[in-house]
Nanobody, 119 residues
Framework: QVQLVESGGRLVQAGDSLRLSCAAS????????MAWFRQTPGKEREQIGS????????YTVGFVTGRFTISRDNAKNTAYLQMSSLKLEDTAIYYC????????????WGQGTQVTVSS
């Protein structure tokens, strides 16, 4: 069983930068792939990207803009989402998720952290 806890979400102004964290515990936490998603009211949850245990990152089309950077620190069992030049449309609840080796889906999810971008 893996527990994920996101943090770092807050109210920021357009153009600001923000880093979200996702602390993992339980299981062999360094072996799973971790991903970041976001969801806004009325829209489906969308994946921003994911990172393997070895640090290989892939981004969903639409997020390959340089504004979003995913990283992880296995020693701290923590994944990060660095966001820059934030826009009003980046306002969302941001979630992290974990996928165990061999799994086809992300089975473990955090509770989410709210990011609100104001003008």
């Amino acid at each position: 069983q893996v527990q994920l806890v996101e943090s770092g979400g807050r109210l920021v102004q357009a153009g600001d930068s923000l880093r979200l964290s996702c602390a993992a515990s339980g299981g062999s936490s360094s072996n799973y792939r971790m991903a970041w998603f976001r969801q806004t009211p009325g829209k489906e949850r969308e994946q921003i990207g994911s990172i393997s245990w070895g640090g290989n990152v892939s981004y969903t089309v639409g997020f390959v803009t340089g504004r979003f950077t995913i990283s992880r620190d296995n020693a701290k069992n923590t994944a990060y989402l660095q966001m820059s030049s934030l826009k009003l449309e980046d306002t969302a609840i941001y979630y992290c998720a974990a996928r165990l080796p061999g799994a086809s889906a992300y089975d473990y999810w955090g509770q989410g952290t709210q990011v609100t971008v104001s003008s």
